[in-house]
C-alpha cells in the first residue's frame, strides 16, 4: 500500500444533490409551495426579456393567487 490511496478516493458525485434538490422540489409541487428557483428557470428560459420579480414579489403574487380564489381550497 503506498501513500497515494488517499489522491485516488473516489470522490463524492454531484449527482445525489441534483437528486436531492428534485425531491425538495417535486415535495414542493405536492404540498404547493411556490418554487422561486423553477420560476427564475422558467423566466430565464422563456421569457429572457421580462426582468424576473423579487423573491419577496413573488412568494407574494403566489399566496395573492392562492387564497383569492376561495371556492378553490378543501379547507
Known amino acids: 500500500m503506498t501513500g497515494t490511496a488517499h489522491a485516488t478516493?473516489?470522490?463524492c458525485p454531484a449527482e445525489p444533490l441534483g437528486a436531492f434538490a428534485r425531491a425538495v422540489s417535486v415535495v414542493r409541487r405536492i404540498i404547493?409551495?411556490?418554487?422561486?428557483?423553477?420560476?427564475?428557470?422558467?423566466?430565464?428560459?422563456r421569457h429572457p426579456w421580462q426582468e424576473p420579480l423579487s423573491e419577496?414579489?413573488?412568494?407574494?403574487?403566489r399566496l395573492e393567487?392562492?387564497?383569492?380564489?376561495?371556492?378553490?381550497?378543501?379547507?
Open 56 to 61: 419577496q414579489a413573488f412568494l407574494a403574487e
Open 32 to 45: 404547493g409551495a411556490p418554487d422561486y428557483a423553477a420560476y427564475l428557470a422558467h423566466v430565464t428560459e
Open 65 to 75: 393567487e392562492k387564497y383569492s380564489r376561495p371556492g378553490q381550497r378543501c379547507c
Open 9 to 11: 478516493a473516489p470522490r
